[in-house]
T-cell receptor
Framework: GESVGLHLPTLSVQEGDNSIINCAYSNSASDYFIWYKQESGKGPQFIIDIRSNMDKRQGQRVTVLLNKTVKHLSLQIAATQPGDSAVYFCAENPYSNSGYALNFGKGTSLLVTP | DGGITQSPKYLFRKEGQNVTLSCEQNLNHDAMYWYRQDPGQGLRLIYYSQIVNDFQKGDIAEGYSVSREKKESFPLTVTSAQKNPTAFYLC?????????????FGSGTRLTVV
């Protein structure tokens, strides 16, 4: 979920388990959402995106679910691997037709243990 | 290979100095962005540019300045007016700022005030 203050929420999972990372967004007008993965000291990398006319989208080992009713986004990672350990950010485009930049959540730290 | 390059990777600034962070992309992207990331925090938008010779302030533009004289380049100057500049700075680019345009990020510049 989203953090308040200086400490990121942390999700700890065992290797091979499935992970679910949650994100609440604030703007009901947002129509495009992206999940990014950021490893320590690096820039964020695109994982998967979804438009507001969809409620589910699948990629390789990842699935994004969108619930517009409660303004909630989740990222599911199947068979989590040690290389999945990173900080995960959700991002929304609040006014995509007006040239606004993406808004990013504060991130969730995923720790995969052997 | 196309990409986005930030330099330097590490930068040290003395009190009262202005410093400029470089961001170059060869992706032929129209839009470019600067974000600031503090420990345990999400990404906060400093400035963005949709086209050459045009840019807009983000949420935390005070103490920063940018220019966009070339499509490929979007340098960020951290001025002495920025009272707390120590942070990780991320540059990104996208094909546009409209629907479904995700970002490609650089690898970041870590700025420290000494």
């Amino acid at each position: 979920g989203e953090s308040v203050g200086l400490h990121l929420p942390t999700l700890s999972v065992q290797e091979g388990d499935n992970s679910i990372i949650n994100c609440a967004y604030s703007n009901s007008a947002s129509d495009y959402f992206i999940w990014y993965k950021q490893e320590s000291g690096k820039g964020p990398q695109f994982i998967i995106d979804i438009r507001s006319n969809m409620d589910k989208r699948q990629g390789q080992r990842v699935t994004v679910l969108l619930n517009k009713t409660v303004k909630h986004l989740s990222l599911q990672i199947a068979a989590t691997q040690p290389g999945d350990s990173a900080v995960y950010f959700c991002a929304e485009n609040p006014y995509s037709n007006s040239g606004y930049a993406l808004n990013f959540g504060k991130g969730t730290s995923l720790l995969v243990t052997p | 290979d196309g990409g986005i390059t930030q330099s330097p990777k590490y930068l040290f600034r003395k009190e009262g100095q202005n410093v400029t962070l470089s961001c170059e992309q060869n992706l032929n992207h129209d839009a470019m962005y600067w974000y600031r990331q503090d420990p345990g925090q999400g990404l906060r938008l400093i400035y963005y540019s949709q086209i050459v010779n045009d840019f807009q302030k983000g949420d935390i533009a005070e103490g920063y300045s940018v220019s966009r004289e070339k499509k490929e380049s979007f340098p960020l100057t951290v001025t002495s007016a920025q009272k707390n500049p120590t942070a990780f700075y991320l540059c990104a680019s996208s094909r546009g700022t409209g629907l479904t345009y995700g970002y490609t990020f650089g690898s970041g510049t870590r700025l420290t005030v000494v």
